[in-house]
Nanobody, 127 residues
Framework: QVQLVESGGGLVQAGDSLRLSCAAS????????MGWFRQAPGKEREFVAT????????YYADSVMGRFTISRDSAKNTAYLQMNSLKPEDTAVYYC????????????????????WGQGTQVTVSS
């Protein structure tokens, strides 16, 4: 069992930056693919970014490409989402997710692939 706890959300203005953290506990973090998803009010959950367990492969949604960066620190059992040039349309609850894998450079876009989810952290971007 893996527990995920997100932090770092808040209220910011358009153009500002935030860094979200996802702290994992309960199992060895190093062989887990990590993903970030978000859900805005009245909308379905959507993929944001994912990173392979090695950290060597990442993938982003088109809407955040070039503005967001996903990373991980296995020594700290933590994944991060650096969000720059935030826009009002980035407003959502952000969730991190994890799934164990034995494949070094795989990553997953679909939420259905993930076994573990955090409780979410609110990000609000004002115009």
């Amino acid at each position: 069992q893996v527990q995920l706890v997100e932090s770092g959300g808040g209220l910011v203005q358009a153009g500002d930056s935030l860094r979200l953290s996802c702290a994992a506990s309960g199992r060895t973090f190093s062989n887990y693919v990590m993903g970030w998803f978000r859900q805005a009010p009245g909308k379905e959950r959507e993929f944001v970014a994912t990173i392979s367990w090695s950290g060597g492969n990442t993938y982003y949604a088109d809407s955040v490409m070039g503005r967001f960066t996903i990373s991980r620190d296995s020594a700290k059992n933590t994944a991060y989402l650096q969000m720059n040039s935030l826009k009002p349309e980035d407003t959502a609850v952000y969730y991190c997710a994890a799934v164990s894998t034995s494949v070094t450079d795989v990553y997953y876009v679909a939420g259905a692939h993930y076994d573990y989810w955090g409780q979410g952290t609110q990000v609000t971007v004002s115009s």
